[in-house]
Structures are given as C-alpha cells and as structure tokens.
C-alpha cells in the first residue's frame, strides 16, 4: 500500500497540486476539523458510496491515525482504485483545518 507523511501531503497542498483527500472519520470526528477540501465518507460507507469516487483519479486516504484509512486504502485498491494512506491521520495533522 502506498504511504504518504502528513508533511508530504501538507507540501503537495502548499505547492496548489490537485489532490483528492478522503476522509473516512465518523461526523463527531470531523466536525472538529478535516484537511481542506476533503471529501467526507466514513468508512462504512465507502463500500456504497463507490460512485462518488471517480477510478479516473488519484485519492489520499485519511482518518484519525491512519488505521481506518489504510482499510479503506486496501479494500478500494482491491477494487482498482489509485490510493494513498495518510501515515498518521488527523493526529500527525499540523496544518489549518475546515470546519
């Protein structure tokens, strides 16, 4: 599976390349704050959800530590999808938040 640091990605964001993050926390999780523009899917429901996900494009996997996320990494690399986990999730997150 592929593994991206929070740093990593921060930079990615900073230098404006397109990124997709996915955030696969619970609703209470992320009324706290989720990495900007952040598309929101718990992870339950990533399996339904299938058609918001665009195969076409590359997705940063994210969640509060990076257990979850890398799940959803897995199952949705299974189903073709181009996926990278988030190493550490929103706790190793650093940088401002959406509310």
Known sequence: MNQITTKELAEKIKNNENVNVIDVREDDEVA??????????????????????????????????????????????TQGYDITNVDGGMLAWDEDVEK
Do not use: T, W
């Open 32 to 77: 706290q704050g989720k990495i900007p523009g952040a598309k929101h899917i718990p992870l339950g429901e990533v399996p339904e959800r299938l058609d918001e996900i665009d195969q076409d494009k590359h997705y940063y996997m994210v969640c509060r530590s990076g257990g979850r996320s890398g799940r959803a990494s897995e199952f949705l690399d």
